[in-house]
């Protein structure tokens, strides 16, 4: 049995503790190295959310609902997935508007109206003081077990000075005071209680874990054989099915919906999560790091259940107690004694960050707007009048909260009184979701919505809680007030089908978003609620410069003076400077204070005395007019426009990069084509040389040896007159080419009969046909094959491939056909010769300038290597495509097709001839001008 | 910013699907006596779809670099009135 002074003495020791580590984290943070600030610790300080009742309750509950206490972790696990979404939205417009508490966050975006903050602050304190005395029931019902478990008359307190349940709230109170009061600053921030806070959630994680290994593995042989035990014995398997949770599955949806709002609204949650928070980034790792935690905590809590159950099959214990009583049981007081500093942990935690946010609300809330009413509170240093209020109401709250559990707490269970809480908290969840979405949501809806569903809650979960205490006398529930049936709490409207938690929470959120969606959609919002409302809903698109609101008709050291009141001459002397330093002004030299200084001010004096109060502040030192909803708007409108400016300027900037690389690609690509133009220039004046040269040097033999005999000055002649021939028809060809690939060439358009410009082609060649020796045949289908283009062009394509064709025949046995033919849409003309042939490697570059086939029977190159790319350019000029077909020793076949013209073709083209003219010259002109003459 | 769009996007199916998973009916498929590796199959199905969310969860918002300017999360503005 463990003497009662260890137990005191191990509890002083841990709290001790606590406050040490609380000191060092407030020190830590004055020196400006933060110890809280990372992820980690923000993760530890969120399990905050596991109070007493997770500690013990979850216990306590399995053994009567089995999976019954698990959505209450489940919950809070879905919503983690959309903290980086919803979460991260509200730290920043808390931290933009320096809001310090829930009730600051809701009355700030219902138009700072004190009215609505005051109404949140009395939910929340109606709503969580059961909640705070659940956590003392915990504390005293779990000393008494430790204290008690072996002697025979279980004594229970009676006496209150004896009670340790006082004591402890005496403990929690002196926490709060010292590391929650320290001293009014802007931010709201306690690092000093966080580092607690996360100490103790590493406490109470490590004392449940290891009374659950203790158990499964030290008392039985693992948890397989705990659970296999269980399904035996037909009362225990049942706790294995869903049913065994009273209400089924609206039950067990109605718990995962509300641990889904209490983990965001929760007074003490929205504090840690928003307030406390040091860096949004946290969010990543917190959004899974914490549902870790939850699935830790909850890993060992059937096997502890059952074993309760199977060790203490009479009942007679309380469930909520086998955490203790099972290794009590033992005879193991050490590890009892373990986990009974985890619950202390999970109790004190809860109640010290409750309590704070709790007080800072009502000082905020409810008191300061009292007092700022009165006369005397309108002068002289108000710092000590806030700090004493916030002391007064830590102070209260945890006393309310003993006294409440002295009267109330023991006839109900840890987790009904937990959920009364949680069904409180989710009041808060539509004004604030729906605020931060959606704009329209107005001041009055939200009034209606909070004051409707906060009487239904009451009425429905919180007056029949009173009833079953013995308060009111219990034929309220059965009968309803005055008899009225349709009234009766549980069952309002006759609604029957739910359980008492499931039927409260179905109503008071019904009339929450009703009355809020309802109202807003028919309120007009005034200048202020629209202003607010656009700000909260924006928050990543407006930045913390427009929460300005006043025009500036204060006075530098009017507001100053009032900073000082609240926050201390010091600090206010800091803030300023900091603000001169920012914005680069010498604030001690000015007098009025421009819109931004006022709104800084009322910011910083926000964080201090809530939104609602500083508003009312401001306005009795600024005595320039609110600005009017014209100026709003065009306020808000100004910052829509330089978003929209810098989003076009993106835009903007996206579109250089593109055209740079375009320009990168296109200068690219002119130095290769300077690069093939050098080569060209280089290959003409090679091609240019050759014939150059024999005529030079033959013309020099007949210049030197006049005694050459007549025919061999005849033959030299000859070959002169060849090879200037031959020089006269390169040069054409590569001015020819110029001009087509500078796009200088005039080409004229018409209707032209390719049987006809055959016909020419194979006329003018005749002869060298004839001379050579070679058969020419022609086949061709009796209508005229018309196609659009320059006719003197295509009689040269035709020419070019006849002479290639020549060049290649075996004189006297060569034979060449030209064949046209019309296909659906094109016609299509053929040159095929029965010379060598072309190899496939060839056949790609044939069309390419200076391209000559050598390595055949001559020598000498035959032609100019311009003629097929000169036939390329007109053919793809005129829409068409040209190439060959060869196979070496089967002759060689060329080939080209052009568009055909049908009537309507004509037609098409003459418009297009018309839009030429009128386009201007684009290096073609209108086909009735002059036409281009051969060279 | 496609990414973080996409990341967001996940970001609010999960939860939905978690709903779903975690809610009548698919629960009540494995609502019954019966064990799996010593496991009664409720809590078994109830902590396997626990922890495979959690680990998704990681997987999105670990996996995505922070954004240099959290302005993507908001919808394009329509102006109020």
């Known amino acids: 049995m463990l003497a009662h002074w260890l137990i005191l003495v191990v509890s002083f020791i841990y709290l001790g503790l606590l406050f040490a580590i609380a000191y060092y984290g407030d020190k830590r943070a004055d020196a400006g190295r933060s110890i809280i600030s990372n992820p980690y610790i923000y993760t530890l300080s969120i399990a905050v959310y596991c109070t007493a009742w997770t500690f013990y309750g979850s216990v306590g509950r399995a053994a009567t609902t089995g999976v019954g206490f698990l959505p209450i972790y489940l919950g809070p696990t879905l919503m983690a997935a959309l903290w980086w979404l919803v979460l991260r939205k509200i730290i920043r417009i808390a931290k933009v508007h320096r809001l310090t508490s829930i009730a600051d966050f809701i009355a700030s975006r219902y138009a700072k109206d004190p009215l609505v903050a005051g109404i949140v602050t009395i939910i929340a304190l109606v709503g969580i003081l059961p909640y705070i005395s659940l956590q003392l029931k915990a504390v005293s019902t779990s000393f008494n077990v430790l204290y008690a478990y072996h002697s025979p008359s279980q004594p229970h307190p009676t006496s209150l000075w004896s009670d340790t349940a006082l004591y402890v709230a005496l403990l929690m109170a002196v926490f709060s005071l010292l590391f929650g009061t320290r001293h009014i600053d802007a931010s709201e921030r306690h690092e000093g209680m966080v580092a607690a806070v996360a100490f103790e959630s590493m406490v109470k994680l490590a004392a449940f874990l290891i009374a659950g290994v203790f158990i499964s593995y030290y008392l039985f042989a693992g948890p397989s054989e705990l659970v296999l035990d269980a399904i035996n014995s037909p009362k225990l398997a049942k706790l294995m099915e869903l049913e065994a949770l009273p209400g089924g599955y609206a039950s067990w949806f109605t718990l995962t919906f509300l641990s889904m709002s209490a983990i965001l609204f929760l007074p003490r949650q929205f504090h840690i999560l928003v307030v406390e928070n040091v860096n949004e980034e946290h969010l990543r790792k917190a959004s899974w790091l914490f549902p870790l935690y939850l699935l830790a905590i909850n890993l060992f809590v059937l096997p502890i259940s059952l074993a309760g159950l199977i060790l203490f099959p009479a009942g007679g214990v309380d469930p909520d107690t086998y955490l203790l009583t099972v290794p009590l049981f033992a005879g193991q007081e050490l590890v009892a004694l373990f986990v009974f500093l985890g619950g202390l942990s999970a109790a004190t935690g809860m109640a010290i960050v409750a309590t704070i946010a709790l007080s800072t609300m009502i000082c905020n809330d409810l008191v300061m707007p009292v007092l700022l009413r009165l006369r005397s509170f309108r002068q002289g240093n108000l710092g000590s009048v806030l700090l004493a209020v916030r002391r007064a109401s830590i102070i209260g709250i945890l006393l309310l909260g003993y006294a409440y559990f002295r009267l109330i707490g023991e006839s109900y269970a840890l987790v009904t009184i937990g959920l009364l809480s949680f069904a409180a908290a989710a009041q808060f969840a539509p004004p604030i979701l729906i605020g931060i979405y959606w704009r329209r949501a107005s001041r009055k809806g939200a009034i209606a919505g909070l004051l409707a569903g906060f009487g239904l809650w009451a009425y429905t979960l919180l007056i029949p809680s009173f009833a079953i205490s013995g308060w009111i006398p219990a034929v309220f529930l059965e009968q309803g007030p005055f008899g009225l049936e349709l009234l009766r709490p549980y069952h309002l409207l006759g609604l029957g089908m739910f359980d008492p938690l499931t039927h409260s929470v179905f109503w008071s959120m019904l009339a929450n978003v009703g009355l809020l969606v309802g109202v807003s959609l028919f309120d007009r919002q005034n200048a202020m609620e629209r202003l607010q409302a656009t700000l909260f809903v924006d928050v990543f698109r407006h930045g913390e410069s427009d929460t300005r609101l006043w025009s500036g008709t204060a006075t530098v050291s009017d507001l100053k003076g009032l900073l000082a009141r609240f926050l201390g001459a010091g600090n206010a002397e800091k803030a300023f400077a900091a603000y001169g330093v920012e914005h680069g002004m010498d604030l001690r030299t000015r007098v009025q204070a421009d819109s931004r200084l006022v709104g800084f001010a009322e910011r910083e004096l926000a964080g201090a005395i809530g939104a609602a109060s500083a508003r009312v502040m401001i306005a009795s030192v600024a005595k320039g007019e609110e600005i009017s909803l014209e100026e709003i708007m065009r306020i808000i409108d100004e910052t829509s426009q330089v978003i929209e400016y810098s989003h076009r300027l993106e835009e903007k900037s996206r579109e250089l990069e593109q055209t740079t690389a375009e320009l990168r690609g296109a200068n690219k690509r002119l130095k290769e084509l300077d690069r093939l133009k050098d080569e060209f220039i280089s290959t003409v004046t090679h091609e240019l040389r050759t014939p150059l040269t024999s005529i030079r040097s033959f013309s020099e033999i007949l210049r030197d040896h006049p005694n050459l005999s007549a025919e061999e000055r005849q033959q030299f002649l000859e070959i002169t007159v060849k090879e200037s021939e031959r020089l006269s028809r390169l040069i054409n060809q590569v001015l020819d080419l110029a001009k087509i690939e500078s796009d200088s060439v005039e080409w004229t358009e018409e209707l032209v009969d390719l049987k006809q410009v055959i016909g020419e082609a194979v006329g003018s060649m005749g002869q060298i046909f004839r001379e050579q020796d070679i058969d020419l045949e022609k086949s061709e289908p009796p209508a005229p094959v018309s196609v659009m283009g320059d006719r003197d062009r295509l009689i040269q394509v035709v020419i070019n491939l006849l002479s290639n064709a020549v060049k290649f025949c075996e004189p006297g046995a060569g034979r060449v056909t030209v064949s046209l033919a019309s296909r659906p849409g094109r016609a299509r003309v053929e040159v095929a010769d029965n010379g060598p042939g072309i190899h496939p490697d060839e056949q790609e570059m044939i069309f390419e300038k200076f391209h000559q086939l050598k390595g055949l029977h001559d020598e000498k190159p035959r032609g100019s290597g311009l003629g097929l790319t000169i036939s390329q350019r007109i053919v793809a000029h005129h829409g068409g495509r040209i190439w060959v077909e060869s196979e070496p020793g089967a002759g060689a076949r060329f080939i080209f097709e052009l568009p055909l013209v049908g009537i309507a073709g004509e037609v098409r083209v003459k418009q297009t001839r018309f839009a030429t003219v009128r386009e201007g010259n684009k290096g073609r002109r209108p086909d009735n001008s002059s036409r281009k003459g051969e060279e | ?81």
């Open chain 2, 1 to 81: 910013m496609p990414e973080a769009k996409r990341r967001n996007e996940r970001l609010i199916v999960l939860p939905l699907v978690g709903i779903i998973a975690l809610n009548y009916p698919l629960l009540s498929l494995f609502s019954r006596v019966k064990l799996h590796f010593g496991v009664p199959v409720l809590y078994l199905y109830l902590f396997a779809v626990w922890l495979a969310f959690i680990f998704c969860v990681a997987v999105t918002l670990e996996k995505s670099t922070p954004p240099p300017e959290p302005r993507e999360a908001e919808p394009k503005k329509p102006r109020s009135g």
